[in-house]
């Protein structure tokens, strides 16, 4: 399915900020720190997180509000950080998935390990895929509900594609979309 969130700056939570800042320590590479630049990364991080997860705004005519959770726009991580969450609450789909089909638990298991389940994600949009034989219990409907439930989000222009290339005729228009990604269509090149 490829699918397009509304607003998911303005509805990601205070701790899926923190768990997301908490997620930046295997970037650095700590054993080649002395113990004071590890405190003192350490230090800086924990204020990071504490500012992008709880920060003082200054809205139009000079209305200050204090605001938990929101990730903020133009920020340098913006686009990580939503590629980041996007991704941990698919793979709890994933998981949710599971836990209500144990049955299937195995297989899906078994997909994701083959990266025949994944995620294609950049920012707020993304991109995921499943084998047809899970369809009746991941699709754009279950994924939908999961994210409004449990994540208060919601999902608009939710389509199933069965391939990802769109075909065009020869006048250059489409006639089968696939997928759209980024605001472009994957088109075979045949040059």
């Known amino acids: 399915p490829s699918h397009d969130r509304e607003g998911l700056d303005k509805h990601i939570s205070d701790w899926l ?24 990364l350490e230090r800086l991080l924990e204020y990071w997180a504490t500012n992008v997860c709880c920060k003082l705004v200054n809205h139009i005519g000079g209305f200050w509000r204090y605001m938990v959770g929101v990730m903020y726009s133009g ?30 638990a195995g297989i899906i298991d078994n997909f994701m390990l083959l990266a025949f389940i994944v995620i294609v994600v950049y920012g707020d949009d993304h991109i995921w895929c499943a084998p047809r034989i899970l369809e009746p219990i991941m699709n754009h409907i279950t994924w939908k509900k999961f994210l409004k439930e449990y994540f208060h989000m919601n999902l608009r222009d939710e389509n199933i594609y069965y391939d990802l290339i769109s075909v065009i005729d ?3 228009r489409l006639k089968k979309r696939g997928p759209k990604f980024l605001k472009r269509y994957f088109i075979l090149n045949k040059d």
């Open 17 to 40: 900020l923190l768990l997301y800042c908490s997620g930046v320590h295997p970037y650095f590479n700590w054993k080649s720190m002395t113990d004071r630049e590890i405190r003192f």
């Open 75 to 104: 920020g340098k991580e913006t686009s990580h950080g939503d590629s980041w969450i996007m991704a941990f609450i698919f793979y709890c789909f994933c998981e949710h998935t599971k836990v209500m089909h144990p049955h299937m």
């Open 170 to 172: 020869n006048s250059g």
